[in-house]
């Protein structure tokens, strides 16, 4: 994240606090991502114990619909860097 600002800064755009939430977003997408599709998250193991199933047919379960959500979350703030740059 200070890598962002400084990067931002160097480049004297007009706004580097925009750009530092855009990569604020991209870091936290990517949490969320990992998280949803980690076999050794909590939440993961967590939600297939309570439900009784098999945690990797859960982990597969999971991998489509946060993939599809990580997607458009990347391209929408990839769009949103390129657009107000």
């Known amino acids: 994240m200070p890598l962002a600002y400084?990067?931002?800064t160097a480049h004297g755009l007009e706004h580097p606090m925009f750009f530092m939430t855009i990569c604020f977003?991209?870091?936290m997408d990517g949490s969320v991502y990992?998280?949803?599709c980690s076999p050794i998250s909590d939440t993961t193991v967590l939600s297939s114990?309570?439900?009784g199933?098999?945690?990797m047919d859960h982990v597969k379960t999971q991998i489509p619909?946060?993939?599809?959500a990580?997607?458009?979350?990347?391209?929408?703030?990839?769009?949103?860097?390129?657009?107000?740059?």
């Open 65 to 68: 619909q946060a993939s599809v």
């Open 34 to 36: 990992g998280d949803q």
């Open 70 to 85: 990580a997607l458009i979350a990347g391209l929408l703030w990839t769009a949103c860097a390129f657009l107000f740059a």
């Open 6 to 8: 400084a990067v931002a």
């Open 49 to 51: 114990m309570c439900c």
């Open 53 to 55: 199933c098999d945690l």
């Open 25 to 27: 977003a991209a870091v």
